[in-house]
């Protein structure tokens, strides 16, 4: 009753239903709250924010070992897959490896197999002359046109199912840079 009288939403959604089954029409979806963010529904959008997370589509930080003989290739394609060259976004785990992690852009630098690349993470924190990060300077997949860094000291492989989107191509000279730094590192092959 005292959540009637101050205009509850449970209240209005119950009535909005009761009004929408009398007269055979679809209720009307609840607004949101004034200058809430409209709240993602539906399995679809839940498991698009889910990917790249869990089980065994979840993006993982390996050792080099288990990268292989990896062949670092510049090979990008806008066809929805992630290549050698390209920035794509994906979740990625907090090095702690507590379970927590963020959404971050991150470079596709080789293909460990058919569903997984091999990929390196990028940040906007500051981190000139150190020997584990790469300047890449400014470009697409950053909208707030930061200058980021690639982060050499983890190695993440990625799942193609894993990949929330493509973000950018990296151009053929800033990957040719963070192709020589890794391969002095690991000792993998530039192509």
Same mark, same amino acid.
């Not at 990060?133 to 690639?150: A, I, K, N, T």
């Not at 050499?152 to 973000?167: A, C, F, H, K, P």
């Not at 990957?175 to 002095?184: C, D, K, S, Y």
């Given at each position: 009753?005292?959540?009637?009288?101050?205009?509850?939403?449970?209240?209005? %959604?119950?009535?909005?239903?009761?009004?929408?089954?009398?007269?055979?029409?679809?209720?009307?979806?609840?607004?949101?709250?004034?200058?809430?963010?409209?709240?993602?529904?539906?399995?679809? $959008?839940?498991?698009?924010?889910? #990917?790249?997370?869990?089980?065994?589509?979840?993006?993982?930080? *390996? %050792?080099?070992?288990?990268?292989?003989?990896?062949? *670092?290739?510049?090979?990008?394609?806008? %066809?929805?897959?992630?290549?050698?060259?390209? *920035?794509?976004?994906?979740?990625?785990?907090?090095?702690? =490896?507590?379970?927590?992690?963020?959404?971050?852009?991150?470079?596709?630098?080789?293909?460990? %197999?058919?569903?997984?690349?091999?990929?390196?993470?990028?940040? @906007?924190?500051?981190? =000139?002359?150190?020997?584990?990060?790469?300047?890449?300077?400014?470009?697409?997949?950053?909208?707030? #046109?930061?200058? @980021?860094?690639?982060? $050499?000291?983890? *190695?993440?492989?990625?799942?193609?199912?894993?990949?929330?989107?493509?973000?950018?191509?990296?151009?053929?000279?800033?990957?040719?840079?963070?192709?020589?730094?890794?391969?002095?590192?690991?000792?993998?092959?530039?192509?």
């Amino acid at each position: 009753m005292l959540s009637s009288l101050l205009g509850g939403s449970k209240t209005r %959604d119950a009535a909005a239903s009761r009004a929408a089954h009398a007269t055979g029409r679809a209720a009307a979806k609840p607004a949101a709250p004034r200058g809430a963010a409209p709240s993602p529904s539906g399995r679809a $959008m839940d498991l698009a924010q889910e #990917r790249g997370r869990h089980g065994k589509t979840a993006t993982v930080q *390996i %050792d080099a070992r288990a990268a292989g003989p990896l062949r *670092i290739a510049y090979a990008p394609e806008p %066809d929805g897959a992630p290549d050698p060259g390209e *920035i794509v976004w994906t979740w990625v785990p907090y090095e702690e =490896n507590d379970g927590r992690g963020k959404d971050r852009p991150v470079l596709v630098v080789g293909r460990l %197999d058919t569903e997984r690349v091999i990929a390196f993470a990028l940040t @906007s924190k500051p981190h =000139n002359a150190e020997r584990d990060y790469v300047s890449l300077g400014v470009g697409e997949w950053d909208r707030d #046109r930061r200058p @980021s860094w690639l982060d $050499m000291g983890r *190695i993440l492989r990625v799942d193609e199912q894993g990949m929330r989107r493509e973000g950018a191509v990296l151009d053929r000279e800033r990957f040719g840079r963070v192709a020589e730094a890794l391969g002095r590192r690991y000792g993998w092959p530039v192509k």
